[in-house]
């Protein structure tokens, strides 16, 4: 079974204990809320966003809430089940970062939260080129990821068992593989990790898609 099979059974594993203890995170981080609020002041008007890597699909409702027209996209079918359930005012579809369930440029933001931390660098490229091509001209990509180069193997989850890598990238070598991809990146921040997280450094990039000449 490949990297991207057992994620995916790890996380529909884990998809009902996942969903109650992530349904109000964003309460807890006001970073997060004003970097998202920020992202869709920003995008080109009125276009819809994507929420990749969405899990139960709380960040994708915290958007539809306030007016965007917003898209989940997660690899495993259980959490998408969990987020249709719980997020009734937003669309969902599953999908792979890889090869993403989406028409080219159809969206003017992306948020992907923690999901290329379940890539390996070999994967980032084509993921990234995936985000690229879903975007449109002068659309926005905000990645969050765990700063640093550790690769963390989780065989025990929430009470469950899994298999699953979470990979830390460092905030340089995304930037740049975001530079090779065609983006230009606009922002970069860090932070500590708020106390009801788990202890690591957190990193954000903005980057654009470029707009037309």
Do not use: N
Not at 20 to 36: M, S
Not at 169 to 181: G, I, N, Q, R, V
């Amino acid at each position: 079974m490949d990297a991207h099979q057992t994620t995916r059974r790890s996380y529909d594993t884990v998809a009902g204990a996942y969903a109650g203890r992530l349904r109000d995170e964003l309460d807890g981080k006001p970073l997060d809320r004003a970097l998202l609020a920020a992202l869709l002041e920003q995008r080109p008007a009125g276009t819809p966003v994507a929420d990749l890597g969405c899990g139960p699909g709380h960040v994708t409702g915290w958007l539809a809430a306030r007016g965007a027209t917003a898209v989940g996209v997660d690899l495993s079918p259980g959490m998408i089940e969990v987020a249709r359930r719980e997020q009734p005012g937003a669309e969902f579809r599953v999908g792979d970062l890889l090869s993403l369930p989406a028409a080219d440029g159809e969206f003017g933001a992306v948020i992907a939260f923690y999901s290329v931390i379940h890539l390996t660098p070999g994967e980032l490229p084509a993921a990234l080129a995936e985000l690229y091509r879903v975007l449109r001209p002068g659309g926005l990509a905000l990645l969050a990821f765990h700063a640093g180069t550790e690769v963390r193997h989780v065989t025990d989850w929430l009470g469950h068992d899994v298999d699953v890598d979470f990979r830390f990238y460092e905030p340089a070598d995304m930037a740049a593989a975001l530079e090779a991809a065609g983006f230009t990146v606009q922002a970069r921040l860090e932070r500590a990790a708020y106390p009801a997280e788990v202890d690591t450094r957190r990193a954000y990039l903005l980057a654009a898609r470029p707009a037309l000449q």
